[in-house]
């Protein structure tokens, strides 16, 4: 009886996983790589998650970022390395997690993870922990604000 179950189990796993579970990653690092590198296009702000008592809207945040990335090129390399420059080149590691879950780190300083989406045309990388270092002008009072956001390339 144990041995018939362990079979119908394994049978039933077995056919739950097929051959597009692994294409699609695979096909995603492809993309990834084969496309680079790709050039910044817009920042995108969803929705601030924490204000930090800050007065700010989302489009307020998105200019500042738009500018920031303004003319960022991001290059991915097969052996797992990349590039981004813009006012100066930044190295760092990046893994394909998942078919939708991609790893940036640097060594160092960071070590990021987004959510993915990988076209021939347009790379998204989207996050909820975005974090956006703010001053307000009248105070001069520093802060954090957490929001949800993707950056895309073309």
């Known amino acids: 009886m144990n041995k ?20 699609d990653s ?4 492809e993309i990834l790589i084969s496309a680079s590198p790709w050039n910044f296009e817009r920042f995108e702000v969803e929705n601030i998650i ?14 500042v970022e738009n500018q ?19 006012n100066q080149l930044l190295e760092f590691n990046w893994k394909l997690e998942s078919t939708n879950k991609l790893k940036l780190s ?3 300083i960071y070590n990021l993870t987004y959510d993915v989406s990988i ?17 307000d002008p009248e105070s001069g009072r520093l802060g954090e604000i957490t929001y949800e956001g993707r950056i895309l390339f073309k």
């Not at 920031?68 to 813009?86: D, W």
């Not at 076209?119 to 001053?135: A, K, M, P, R, V």
């Open 50 to 63: 924490y204000a930090d008592g800050f007065e700010i809207q989302e489009s307020d945040i998105a200019l």
């Open 26 to 29: 695979t096909d995603n690092i």
């Open 106 to 108: 640097n060594g160092y």
């Open 119 to 135: 076209s021939d045309s347009q790379l998204t990388l989207s996050s909820d922990s975005f974090i956006f270092q703010y001053q």
């Open 68 to 86: 920031r990335f303004s003319g960022q090129i991001i290059k991915f390399n097969s052996n797992g390395t990349g590039t981004a420059t813009a």
């Open 4 to 23: 018939k179950l362990f079979l119908i189990l394994l049978s039933i796993f077995v056919l739950s996983c097929n051959a597009d579970d692994n294409m």
